[in-house]
Nanobody
């Protein structure tokens, strides 16, 4: 059974950094493109990063480009999200997810509804 488990969320000051992890089981990172989306209180989902299953190419939405870095360790079946220069607007629950057919990781974003499976999420709070 496919599972994704996010971890690494925390309370951090503006300008700080966090590294989120997404451990997957029941499949490998060669099987699915993996995306990250977030949801802030009272707001809709925001898809903002993904990594291609075929060659590991990363893609970012403008809201995080230059601050966030997605990577993967295929041996550990884990995807990472390094978040730097965090801002209060980054406060949200962060989820990693597999893409649902016919969507793929291409740098085009579909409002956060292009996913099939996701984990329980991890809370990131950016506040002084």
């Amino acid at each position: 059974q496919a599972q994704l488990v996010e971890s690494g969320g925390d309370l951090v000051q503006p300008g700080g950094s966090l590294r989120l992890s997404c451990a997957v089981s029941g499949f490998t990172l060669d099987d699915y493109d993996i995306g990250w989306f977030r949801q802030a209180p009272g707001k809709g989902r925001e898809a903002f990063s993904c990594i291609s299953k075929s060659d590991g190419s990363p893609y970012y939405a403008d809201s995080v480009k230059g601050r966030f870095t997605i990577s993967r360790d295929k041996a550990k079946n884990t995807v990472f999200l390094q978040m730097n220069s965090l801002k209060p607007v980054d406060t949200a629950v962060y989820y990693c997810a597999t893409y649902d057919f016919p969507y793929h990781c291409t740098g085009v974003w579909y409002g956060g509804y292009e996913y099939d499976k996701w984990g329980q999420g991890t809370q990131v709070t950016v506040s002084s």
